[in-house]
């Protein structure tokens, strides 16, 4: 990828353009390491023309640990899928590949200028992830389909580690359901089916990220399997990077080989013109994200032993990729960015914008192991991206959510990892709905006022009808705050409003509330129609899970309040007003933990004592106010 576009994605902004170079050690301080990522094996599948030479020893540095070919090569695996067609490569010659596995997890901490870095000191080819493995499943070899046979695929890269799959490619731009989301649907849920290459038992998730498609700016133009309900479907917004003559690019007006003038990448906060808009046909929204996606940098594949400016394969003709005007043809100058080197080139497209959001899914994946939160399901990982988006606010954005143009927003790694609390359920069996009219419902006590309150309730459901609509069962997300009460996907602007109806269609449902909420947030999931099989390989027939974010709540468990007495938790009352009582805990319940229910106290009263959770690990005692209504 690019460093520019990192930085954009860690939301460290100034104004509308990144902030100034320092990715590595944004990471670094958000507690991103290589060994962690050497330990928990994760690969990222990139479904794509090949990376580098199409070998796990590639010729390129930045596929290696830190950036270094004396260290270990991160590409896991490479391998044709499908029937291979004339002149048949892995190695990526056309460019799409090389690109797209730099964007997701390249490695640059080249501080030597031209030709690693750019005149503001941004580093070219530096990936969202540059700790991540890559794995390539070849499906263009490398400008003819393959005709991969999808199940058998990604059944192999899931048995190679790959638990996220990068897939920049689609087909036609018009919204529709087609047989191919249908079976990216089915996969998500289990990508180890029966009958395919390496089936396993029960259920294996896989995160499939994928491209919007580049037909905007019409409506309804997403392309499939992008149309799909449970893949992660990425929309392109502008980086800010200048191909113009004096920053390496081939004319004044920073055009590049696909006609995007440096008006197209000079603002984060816009949408880039051509990123194809939702909705669906079925009315579905899409994209879900967006992230920068014109004018990224990324690495090119490398013969043996390049020189210090760079050697790109001799078939390497950037075919695929934007590069610069007058480039595409092998041997042409105009095939890399900037010009004079050949380490590095440049593209523009939702397939750009697709393999930073899946740079970011690696990031997320990892922070759940970091954080010992387990493996996220799907579900769980599109709620988290979804829900901690940075709304924009330029040109063909600054619209209301769920937005065709921006979908829920723009991926935001701040706050992914800002250690903010958060209320976290995924796909826990006693969750399960198995009959529809029932719920379920969580409380959380709102830990920063200064900071909003965002829930995001995710389902990955069952493989829906290829005529019609394509939705299944419907679950309801309703949340009460300060009051009132807010009903998933109403929104006005960036943020939810009263009133409204439920959503039948979508199966992610969002509430984002303004910073100012407080007290207590009752969170309540309802399954309206229960009508599929939406846990395939579990009994019932019927049934369907999901996963939940609820950002800025810490969770209140309440329960079994009678064996807490004076005698194990002595009390005193630090405040009281009207009808709400602080009292604090002498023993520390952080370390003690207690499963609290709410109780009828009756104790003279007649009146119901809720106690509330403030704490949640943020304070190494816990306060627990009592609000007598
Ligand atoms: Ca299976
Ligand atoms: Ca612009
Ligand atoms: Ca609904
Ligand atoms: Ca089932």
Request: hydrophobic share 35%; charged share 15%; net charge negative.
């Amino acid at each position: 990828m690019d460093e520019r576009q990192g930085v954009i994605l860690a939301g460290q902004l100034s104004g509308n353009a990144p902030a100034g170079p320092g990715y590595l050690a944004w990471l670094a301080s958000r507690g991103f390491r290589q060994q962690q990522f050497i330990t928990s094996g994760l690969v990222v599948d990139v479904a794509d023309s090949g990376i580098d030479n199409g070998t796990t020893i590639p010729g390129h540095a930045g596929l290696y640990v830190s950036g270094n070919t004396g260290l270990a090569s991160r590409v896991a695996y490479a391998r044709l899928e499908g029937t291979p067609n004339t002149s048949s490569t892995l190695a990526g010659c056309d460019g799409h590949g090389p690109l797209t596995g730099h964007i997701i997890g390249g490695y640059n901490d080249r501080a030597t200028g031209f030709p690693h870095q750019d005149s503001a000191g941004y580093r070219y080819g530096l990936g969202i992830a540059p700790f991540v493995r890559l794995g390539s499943s070849v499906i263009f070899d490398p400008v003819d389909w393959t005709m991969p046979d999808f199940e058998d695929m990604f059944s192999r890269a899931y048995s190679d580690g790959a638990r996220i799959s990068c897939d920049s490619w689609g087909g036609v731009e018009n919204g529709i359901y087609d047989a191919d989301a249908q079976t990216f649907d089915a996969l998500v849920r289990d990508v180890q089916p029966a009958g395919s290459a390496v089936p396993a038992a029960g259920n294996q998730g896989m995160v499939f990220v994928m491209p919007a498609g580049n037909g905007g700016s019409s409506a309804q133009t997403i392309s499939s399997p992008g149309t799909a309900k449970n893949v992660i479907t990425v929309g392109a917004a502008e980086n800010v990077r200048s191909l113009a003559s004096d920053q390496g690019g081939g004319n004044a007006a920073g055009t590049d080989g696909c006609g995007f003038g440096d008006p197209a990448a000079d603002n984060a906060n816009e949408i880039a013109v051509y990123s194809s808009r939702g909705p669906c046909t079925d009315g579905r929204g899409k994209p879900e994200l967006v992230a920068p996606g014109t004018h990224v940098t990324g690495g090119v594949p490398q013969a043996p032993t390049p020189l210090d400016t760079g050697m790109a394969l001799a078939c390497y003709d950037a075919s695929w990729i934007c590069a610069l005007p007058g480039g595409g043809s092998a041997g042409n100058v105009s095939n890399f960015f900037p010009l004079g080197q050949q380490w590095y080139s440049t593209g523009s497209g939702t397939s750009h914008a697709t393999a930073a959001a899946a740079g970011g899914a690696a990031l997320v994946w990892q922070y759940f192991a970091n954080r010992g939160w387990g493996v996220p399901s799907p579900a769980m990982m599109k709620a988290y991206l979804m829900n901690s988006t940075r709304y924009l606010t330029g040109t063909n954005a600054n619209d209301t959510l769920w937005s065709s143009a921006q979908g829920m927003g723009m991926v935001d790694l701040d706050r992914a990892f800002d250690g903010t609390p958060r209320l976290l359920r995924d796909q826990q069996g006693v969750d399960t709905f198995t009959n529809s009219g029932t719920s379920r419902s969580f409380t959380g006590a709102v830990c920063k006022a200064y900071l909003p309150v965002r829930i995001t309730l995710s389902w990955t459901d069952a493989p829906g009808s290829t005529a019609g609509n394509a939705y299944k069962n419907d679950l309801n997300l309703s949340v009460k705050a300060d009051g009132k009460t807010y009903l998933g996907n109403v929104f006005t602007g960036a943020f939810s409003t009263t009133g409204g109806v439920a959503d039948v269609r979508n199966n992610v449902e969002s509430v984002f509330l303004p910073p100012g909420t407080t007290g207590l947030v009752e969170i309540t999931v309802t399954a309206f129609n229960i009508n599929s099989d939406g846990v395939p390989n579990v009994p019932p027939t019927l049934d369907q899970d999901f996963a939940l974010v609820a950002y800025n709540l810490a969770a209140v468990n309440i329960s079994a309040i009678n064996k807490v007495s004076a005698t194990n938790y002595a009390t005193r009352l630090l405040s009281m007003t009207n009808t709400q009582y602080r009292l604090e805990f002498t023993r520390n319940l952080a370390t003690n933990p207690v499963l609290w229910t709410p109780i009828v106290t009756n104790a003279g009263t007649g009146g119901e004592i809720t106690l509330i959770d403030s704490g949640n690990g943020m304070d190494p005692k816990r306060y627990y106010r009592v609000v007598q209504p």
